[in-house]
Protein backbone atom coordinates (compact mmCIF):
# COMPACT_ATOMS: atom_id res chain seq x y z
CA UNK A 1 0.00 0.00 0.00
CA UNK A 2 0.97 3.62 -0.85
CA UNK A 3 -0.26 7.01 -0.33
CA UNK A 4 -2.07 8.75 -3.08
CA UNK A 5 -3.81 11.62 -3.74
CA UNK A 6 -7.53 10.67 -5.01
CA UNK A 7 -10.34 12.82 -6.21
CA UNK A 8 -14.03 11.37 -6.23
CA UNK A 9 -17.44 12.38 -7.32
CA UNK A 10 -20.22 11.07 -5.90
CA UNK A 11 -24.17 12.67 -6.35
CA UNK A 12 -22.28 15.49 -8.33
CA UNK A 13 -20.08 16.36 -5.17
CA UNK A 14 -16.68 16.28 -5.64
CA UNK A 15 -14.49 14.80 -2.70
CA UNK A 16 -10.49 14.98 -2.43
CA UNK A 17 -8.74 13.27 0.09
CA UNK A 18 -4.94 11.29 0.99
CA UNK A 19 -5.69 7.77 0.78
CA UNK A 20 -3.74 4.70 0.31
CA UNK A 21 -3.83 2.47 -2.59
CA UNK A 22 -2.03 -0.81 -3.84
CA UNK A 23 -0.18 -1.41 -7.37
CA UNK A 24 -3.50 -3.51 -8.48
CA UNK A 25 -5.64 -0.56 -7.82
CA UNK A 26 -3.64 1.06 -10.95
CA UNK A 27 -5.02 1.30 -14.47
CA UNK A 28 -3.68 -0.19 -17.63
CA UNK A 29 -0.35 0.14 -18.77
CA UNK A 30 2.47 -1.36 -19.96
CA UNK A 31 4.82 0.28 -18.03
CA UNK A 32 5.13 0.71 -14.14
CA UNK A 33 7.14 3.45 -12.81
CA UNK A 34 7.92 4.26 -9.20
CA UNK A 35 7.51 8.16 -8.83
CA UNK A 36 10.50 9.67 -7.37
CA UNK A 37 9.30 13.59 -7.91
CA UNK A 38 6.23 14.85 -8.95
CA UNK A 39 4.47 18.31 -8.80
CA UNK A 40 1.63 20.70 -8.29
CA UNK A 41 0.43 22.52 -11.89
CA UNK A 42 -2.52 25.42 -12.22
CA UNK A 43 -4.11 22.61 -13.72
CA UNK A 44 -3.65 20.18 -11.07
CA UNK A 45 -5.23 23.01 -8.39
CA UNK A 46 -8.05 23.22 -11.26
CA UNK A 47 -8.57 19.34 -10.88
CA UNK A 48 -8.49 19.14 -6.81
CA UNK A 49 -10.50 22.15 -6.75
CA UNK A 50 -13.12 21.40 -9.01
CA UNK A 51 -12.87 24.89 -9.87
CA UNK A 52 -12.73 23.45 -13.37
CA UNK A 53 -13.83 20.11 -15.41
CA UNK A 54 -10.53 18.95 -15.81
CA UNK A 55 -10.89 15.36 -14.45
CA UNK A 56 -12.57 13.28 -17.10
CA UNK A 57 -13.31 10.00 -15.16
CA UNK A 58 -13.12 9.01 -11.24
CA UNK A 59 -11.96 8.30 -8.86
CA UNK A 60 -8.85 10.15 -10.34
CA UNK A 61 -5.41 10.65 -8.99
CA UNK A 62 -4.06 13.76 -10.06
CA UNK A 63 -0.80 15.02 -11.02
CA UNK A 64 0.28 15.92 -14.84
CA UNK A 65 3.83 15.23 -14.76
CA UNK A 66 6.23 13.06 -12.81
CA UNK A 67 9.59 11.69 -12.97
CA UNK A 68 10.64 7.74 -11.47
CA UNK A 69 12.50 5.09 -12.35
CA UNK A 70 10.53 2.07 -14.76
CA UNK A 71 9.94 -0.93 -12.77
CA UNK A 72 8.54 -3.34 -14.65
CA UNK A 73 7.78 -3.07 -18.73
CA UNK A 74 6.05 -5.00 -21.44
CA UNK A 75 7.51 -2.07 -23.50
CA UNK A 76 10.78 -2.80 -25.34
CA UNK A 77 11.97 0.74 -25.26
CA UNK A 78 12.23 0.97 -21.60
CA UNK A 79 13.60 -1.33 -19.07
CA UNK A 80 13.97 -1.92 -15.35
CA UNK A 81 16.21 1.08 -13.69
CA UNK A 82 15.43 3.44 -17.03
CA UNK A 83 15.00 6.88 -15.33
CA UNK A 84 11.89 8.39 -16.93
CA UNK A 85 9.86 12.09 -17.34
CA UNK A 86 6.03 12.41 -18.34
CA UNK A 87 4.40 15.46 -19.08
CA UNK A 88 0.82 15.38 -20.20
CA UNK A 89 -1.21 13.32 -22.33
CA UNK A 90 -4.12 13.88 -20.29
CA UNK A 91 -2.21 11.95 -17.02
CA UNK A 92 -4.29 13.37 -14.21
CA UNK A 93 -7.53 14.32 -15.95
CA UNK A 94 -8.06 10.96 -18.09
CA UNK A 95 -5.33 8.43 -16.85
CA UNK A 96 -3.87 8.80 -12.89
CA UNK A 97 -1.20 10.73 -12.63
CA UNK A 98 1.67 11.61 -10.53
CA UNK A 99 0.49 12.43 -6.88
CA UNK A 100 0.93 8.59 -6.28
CA UNK A 101 3.93 6.60 -5.17
CA UNK A 102 3.54 4.46 -8.51
CA UNK A 103 2.23 5.22 -12.00
CA UNK A 104 1.41 2.64 -14.11
CA UNK A 105 1.42 4.14 -18.03
CA UNK A 106 1.68 4.01 -21.79
CA UNK A 107 5.34 3.55 -22.81
CA UNK A 108 4.48 6.03 -25.88
CA UNK A 109 3.76 8.37 -23.20
CA UNK A 110 7.36 8.76 -21.66
CA UNK A 111 10.53 10.01 -22.67
CA UNK A 112 13.85 9.10 -21.64
CA UNK A 113 15.48 11.66 -19.05
CA UNK A 114 18.19 13.21 -20.62
CA UNK A 115 21.68 12.60 -18.95
CA UNK A 116 22.78 15.41 -16.59
CA UNK A 117 19.20 16.33 -15.17
CA UNK A 118 18.26 14.41 -11.90
CA UNK A 119 15.04 13.17 -11.49
CA UNK A 120 14.33 16.47 -9.02
CA UNK A 121 15.16 18.51 -11.43
CA UNK A 122 13.06 17.16 -14.32
CA UNK A 123 10.36 18.40 -11.65
CA UNK A 124 11.59 21.30 -11.33
CA UNK A 125 11.38 22.10 -14.81
CA UNK A 126 8.23 20.04 -14.95
CA UNK A 127 5.40 20.58 -17.48
CA UNK A 128 6.30 24.61 -17.44
CA UNK A 129 9.11 24.03 -17.83
CA UNK A 130 8.69 22.19 -21.35
CA UNK A 131 5.91 24.34 -22.19
CA UNK A 132 7.99 27.36 -21.64
CA UNK A 133 10.45 25.51 -23.85
CA UNK A 134 8.39 24.58 -26.80
CA UNK A 135 7.49 28.33 -26.73
CA UNK A 136 10.84 29.67 -26.69
CA UNK A 137 11.42 26.85 -29.93
CA UNK A 138 8.18 28.14 -31.78
CA UNK A 139 9.45 31.90 -31.46
CA UNK A 140 13.68 30.35 -32.63
CA UNK A 141 12.34 28.34 -35.11
CA UNK A 142 9.88 31.46 -36.49
CA UNK A 143 12.90 33.37 -36.93
CA UNK A 144 13.15 35.18 -33.71
CA UNK A 145 16.67 36.73 -32.97
CA UNK A 146 18.07 38.69 -30.11
CA UNK A 147 19.16 41.64 -32.54
CA UNK A 148 15.18 41.90 -33.06
CA UNK A 149 14.47 43.47 -29.96
CA UNK A 150 12.62 43.21 -26.92
CA UNK A 151 10.96 39.94 -25.63
CA UNK A 152 7.87 40.29 -23.22
CA UNK A 153 6.85 37.33 -21.35
CA UNK A 154 3.50 37.82 -18.95
CA UNK A 155 3.19 35.44 -16.12
CA UNK A 156 6.81 35.70 -15.51
CA UNK A 157 6.26 34.81 -12.14
CA UNK A 158 4.54 31.32 -12.59
CA UNK A 159 6.27 28.41 -13.50
CA UNK A 160 5.83 28.86 -17.35
CA UNK A 161 6.93 32.28 -17.29
CA UNK A 162 9.99 32.19 -14.76
CA UNK A 163 11.72 29.07 -17.11
CA UNK A 164 11.05 30.85 -20.28
CA UNK A 165 12.54 33.66 -18.61
CA UNK A 166 15.44 31.81 -17.84
CA UNK A 167 15.70 30.24 -21.34
CA UNK A 168 15.33 33.41 -23.23
CA UNK A 169 17.81 35.19 -21.27
CA UNK A 170 20.47 32.52 -22.03
CA UNK A 171 19.81 33.02 -25.78
CA UNK A 172 20.76 36.48 -25.64
CA UNK A 173 17.15 38.34 -25.47
CA UNK A 174 16.46 41.65 -23.48
CA UNK A 175 13.38 39.78 -21.35
CA UNK A 176 10.68 42.31 -20.17
CA UNK A 177 8.93 40.30 -17.30
CA UNK A 178 5.56 41.25 -16.48
CA UNK A 179 3.87 39.83 -12.77
CA UNK A 180 1.57 41.49 -11.09
CA UNK A 181 3.69 40.91 -7.74
CA UNK A 182 5.90 44.09 -7.51
CA UNK A 183 7.84 42.01 -4.85
CA UNK A 184 9.18 39.54 -7.28
CA UNK A 185 11.12 42.11 -8.93
CA UNK A 186 14.88 40.88 -7.64
CA UNK A 187 13.70 37.31 -8.10
CA UNK A 188 13.48 37.76 -12.01
CA UNK A 189 15.83 39.62 -12.58
CA UNK A 190 18.04 37.05 -10.95
CA UNK A 191 16.63 34.52 -13.75
CA UNK A 192 17.46 37.35 -16.71
CA UNK A 193 14.78 39.60 -16.79
CA UNK A 194 15.88 43.24 -18.18
CA UNK A 195 12.92 45.14 -16.73
CA UNK A 196 9.92 44.26 -14.60
CA UNK A 197 6.34 45.81 -15.85
CA UNK A 198 3.19 45.93 -13.82
CA UNK A 199 0.47 43.63 -15.04
CA UNK A 200 -1.74 46.47 -14.66
CA UNK A 201 -0.22 48.17 -17.93
CA UNK A 202 -1.55 44.64 -19.78
CA UNK A 203 -4.97 44.83 -18.29
CA UNK A 204 -6.78 48.12 -19.28
CA UNK A 205 -8.88 47.81 -22.40
CA UNK A 206 -6.76 46.90 -25.30
CA UNK A 207 -6.14 49.41 -28.59
CA UNK A 208 -6.46 47.88 -32.02
CA UNK A 209 -2.88 49.26 -32.60
CA UNK A 210 -0.71 50.92 -29.70
CA UNK A 211 2.64 51.49 -29.83
CA UNK A 212 5.45 49.33 -31.31
CA UNK A 213 7.43 48.11 -28.84
CA UNK A 214 8.39 44.08 -29.01
CA UNK A 215 9.72 41.71 -31.53
CA UNK A 216 8.66 38.59 -29.57
CA UNK A 217 6.40 37.53 -26.93
CA UNK A 218 5.29 34.39 -24.64
CA UNK A 219 1.81 34.39 -23.07
CA UNK A 220 0.61 32.72 -20.52
CA UNK A 221 -2.53 34.02 -19.63
CA UNK A 222 -4.77 34.81 -22.19
CA UNK A 223 -7.90 37.13 -22.98
CA UNK A 224 -7.54 40.99 -22.00
CA UNK A 225 -3.52 40.37 -21.66
CA UNK A 226 -2.90 38.56 -24.36
CA UNK A 227 -4.44 41.08 -26.59
CA UNK A 228 -2.87 43.70 -24.93
CA UNK A 229 0.68 41.79 -25.77
CA UNK A 230 -0.67 41.52 -29.49
CA UNK A 231 -1.26 45.49 -30.05
CA UNK A 232 2.49 46.03 -28.59
CA UNK A 233 4.43 44.20 -31.28
CA UNK A 234 6.28 45.32 -33.73
CA UNK A 235 6.03 44.56 -37.32
CA UNK A 236 6.20 40.91 -38.11
CA UNK A 237 6.27 40.53 -34.15
CA UNK A 238 5.97 36.75 -33.13
CA UNK A 239 3.68 35.94 -29.78
CA UNK A 240 3.33 32.33 -28.33
CA UNK A 241 0.39 31.78 -26.63
CA UNK A 242 0.37 28.40 -24.17
CA UNK A 243 -1.99 29.28 -21.09
CA UNK A 244 -5.51 31.19 -20.22
CA UNK A 245 -4.87 32.08 -16.59
CA UNK A 246 -6.87 35.18 -17.28
CA UNK A 247 -9.45 33.67 -19.72
CA UNK A 248 -10.50 31.89 -22.65
CA UNK A 249 -11.74 35.03 -24.53
CA UNK A 250 -9.33 37.38 -26.97
CA UNK A 251 -10.80 40.75 -27.08
CA UNK A 252 -8.37 41.49 -30.14
CA UNK A 253 -8.45 42.87 -33.49
CA UNK A 254 -7.52 41.89 -36.73
CA UNK A 255 -5.15 44.76 -36.89
CA UNK A 256 -1.83 43.79 -35.78
CA UNK A 257 -2.21 40.53 -37.85
CA UNK A 258 -2.87 42.15 -41.52
CA UNK A 259 -1.57 46.21 -41.00
CA UNK A 260 2.21 44.68 -38.98
CA UNK A 261 2.28 40.93 -40.34
CA UNK A 262 2.09 39.42 -36.34
CA UNK A 263 1.77 35.84 -35.69
CA UNK A 264 0.26 34.07 -33.34
CA UNK A 265 1.89 31.22 -32.54
CA UNK A 266 -0.16 28.33 -30.41
CA UNK A 267 1.64 25.95 -27.74
CA UNK A 268 0.06 23.11 -27.08
CA UNK A 269 2.17 20.88 -24.29
CA UNK A 270 -0.93 17.88 -24.24
CA UNK A 271 -0.22 16.21 -27.13
CA UNK A 272 3.00 16.80 -28.40
CA UNK A 273 4.64 13.96 -30.66
CA UNK A 274 7.36 11.95 -28.67
CA UNK A 275 10.05 13.30 -30.78
CA UNK A 276 9.39 17.07 -30.63
CA UNK A 277 9.12 16.02 -26.74
CA UNK A 278 12.61 14.32 -26.50
CA UNK A 279 13.82 17.79 -28.81
CA UNK A 280 12.59 19.82 -26.05
CA UNK A 281 13.96 17.91 -23.31
CA UNK A 282 17.36 17.77 -25.04
CA UNK A 283 16.96 21.48 -25.71
CA UNK A 284 16.27 22.18 -21.33
CA UNK A 285 19.04 19.82 -20.84
CA UNK A 286 21.31 21.66 -22.99
CA UNK A 287 20.35 25.81 -22.52
CA UNK A 288 18.69 25.53 -18.93
CA UNK A 289 21.27 26.83 -16.25
CA UNK A 290 19.97 24.21 -13.76
CA UNK A 291 21.71 26.05 -10.90
CA UNK A 292 19.25 28.83 -11.70
CA UNK A 293 16.26 26.05 -10.63
CA UNK A 294 17.12 26.41 -6.96
CA UNK A 295 15.32 30.04 -7.14
CA UNK A 296 12.40 28.82 -9.40
CA UNK A 297 10.70 25.71 -7.25
CA UNK A 298 10.68 24.77 -4.17
CA UNK A 299 9.20 21.65 -2.18
CA UNK A 300 5.81 20.93 -0.69
CA UNK A 301 5.10 17.42 1.14
CA UNK A 302 2.48 15.32 -0.50
CA UNK A 303 -0.30 16.02 2.59
CA UNK A 304 -0.23 19.59 2.41
CA UNK A 305 -1.03 19.50 -1.45
CA UNK A 306 -4.44 19.23 -1.19
CA UNK A 307 -4.20 22.70 0.91
CA UNK A 308 -2.35 24.27 -0.90
CA UNK A 309 -3.65 24.05 -4.20
CA UNK A 310 -6.16 26.84 -3.76
CA UNK A 311 -3.31 28.90 -3.90
CA UNK A 312 -2.61 28.45 -7.58
CA UNK A 313 -5.27 29.72 -8.46
CA UNK A 314 -5.05 33.03 -6.45
CA UNK A 315 -1.96 33.74 -7.93
CA UNK A 316 -0.30 33.51 -4.54
CA UNK A 317 2.20 30.86 -6.16
CA UNK A 318 6.03 31.20 -7.59
CA UNK A 319 7.90 29.24 -9.74
CA UNK A 320 7.41 25.67 -9.68
CA UNK A 321 6.44 23.58 -6.92
CA UNK A 322 7.63 19.75 -6.87
CA UNK A 323 6.47 17.18 -4.44
CA UNK A 324 8.83 14.39 -3.52
CA UNK A 325 7.46 10.92 -3.57
CA UNK A 326 10.60 9.08 -2.99
CA UNK A 327 13.39 10.76 -3.04
CA UNK A 328 15.99 8.16 -1.94
CA UNK A 329 15.77 6.68 -5.55
CA UNK A 330 18.99 6.70 -6.81
CA UNK A 331 19.98 9.56 -8.90
Known amino acids: MFDAIVISKEDDQQSVALRQIAKEDLPEGDVLVEVAWSTLNYKDALAITGASPVVRSF???????????????????????????????????????????????????????????????????????????????????????????????????????SVAVALLAAKGFTVCAVTGRAEEEAYLKSLGASEILPREEFAGKPRPLDKERFAGAVDVAGSTVLANVISKMKYRGLVAACGLAAGMDLPSSVAPFILRGVSLLGVDSVMVPRDERIDAWAALAKDLDMSKLAAIAHEMALEDVIAEAPKFLEGKIRGRVVVPLNVALAE
Not at 135 to 148: D, F, I, N, Q, R
Open 59 to 161: PMVPGIDLSGIVRESADPRYNPGDRVVLNGWGVGEKHWGGLARFARLKGDWLVPLPDGVSLRQAMEIGTAGYTAQLCVSALLKAGLTPEAGEVVVTGAAGGVG
